[in-house]
């Protein structure tokens, strides 16, 4: 950690974008000039601002662009982590605080998403195979690393009914289960999600017992946390990561078990060797998990809107497949 004690915010905030310049854009270039704008933040309403920079380099002047977030502490870690890697799927992050117990500057390359029409059309089978490498790269690098990662919280059963039954799925679906319009719409739905919801947890806790899946996970890898630039994916926000089953990190990026084969080949060229019915088995355990983790969203929604039913039948399909 570099010294910043008893140093204005503006100076620790320019120091962090110099240091990150000079590691990561070019170790020639100073600032000449700075213009901030704040970005939008998503739902965890992170303080989040972008840096357009004049940089004064031997070749002349030159324009770059960094982003900056207040970070938490196990973010800080993990990213710092995964670029010491040299992940690919990683966008490049540095920081001045690895100790702070709460939330600090991250500096972040500036990854603008681009519209999948663009980027996905064109390939969307090696974008596909793209993700698939990242993610099984960075869960083949840290897998089996219990005792490294002790620091970690954990993705096990307490982890599963807490998310469950306790802050997501639970709350969420008790206030429309009882619906008429609901009932109307996804009565046949309902004895099935409460079916999966109350073995969840059981299905779960055996893939947190094998120990060759266990590895650092992302655990929230919803569509908003992947960017593609320039033609390849990242994976961003890694506000609430788990040491758990990589399979936790599977169903939202590849939401068909089709698609997931990818990764499954991803692991075998990394040397892990699963079964395809192995595979799936467990796939549609997380699958159910992710599907029941994430439904609050699109029932809040549909709750203010009784036609936005797209992506209460999305999570249903997930959960029920």
């Not at 110099?18 to 000449?32: C, F, K, V, W």
């Not at 980027?119 to 840290?142: D, F, R, V, W, Y």
């Not at 919801?197 to 655990?219: F, G, K, P, S």
């Not at 060797?273 to 159910?288: Q, S």
Request: aromatic content about 10%.
């Amino acid at each position: 950690m570099d010294n910043t004690t008893n140093v204005s915010p503006h100076d620790v905030l320019t120091h962090l974008l110099q240091t990150t310049i000079t590691r990561y854009i070019s170790a020639e270039a100073q600032i000449e000039q700075i213009t901030s704008s704040p970005i939008t933040p998503g739902l965890s309403g992170t303080r989040i601002q972008r840096h357009h920079f004049t940089l004064k380099t031997p070749q002349g002047p030159k324009q770059a662009s960094l982003v900056t977030k207040e970070a938490g502490l196990l973010e800080r870690r993990i990213l710092t982590i995964l670029n010491e890697q040299a992940q690919q799927a990683i966008p490049f992050s540095h920081t001045l605080d690895l100790t702070t117990d709460g939330p600090a500057l991250l500096c972040l390359q500036d990854i603008s998403p681009q519209p999948k029409s663009a980027s996905e059309h064109a390939s969307p089978s090696n974008l596909l195979m793209q993700k698939a490498q990242g993610l099984a790269t960075i869960h083949a690098t840290n897998r089996s690393q219990r005792g490294a990662f002790s620091w970690l919280p954990r993705a096990d059963r307490s982890y599963v009914t807490t998310y469950i039954q306790q802050r997501f799925w639970r709350p969420a679906w008790e206030r429309v289960v009882h619906d008429p319009a609901f009932i109307q719409l996804f009565g046949a739905e309902i004895p099935q999600v409460e079916a999966a919801a109350a073995t969840i947890a059981d299905e779960m806790d055996t893939l947190y017992q094998e120990d060759n899946t266990l590895t650092l996970v992302h655990a929230d890898l919803n569509p908003s946390n992947v960017i593609v630039y320039e033609n390849a994916p990242y994976f961003i926000d890694w506000e609430l990561p788990r040491y758990g089953s990589f399979y936790l990190d599977l169903p939202h990026l590849f939401p068909a078990l089709e698609q997931a084969e990818y990764y499954r080949q991803a692991l075998e060229e990394a040397e892990i060797r699963i079964l395809p019915e192995d595979f799936a088995v467990r796939y549609r355990i997380a699958a159910r998990f992710v599907g029941l983790r994430y439904l609050w969203l699109p029932l809040k929604a549909w709750q203010a809107d009784h036609t936005r039913t797209t992506w209460v039948r999305h999570y249903l399909s997930m959960i029920i497949q």
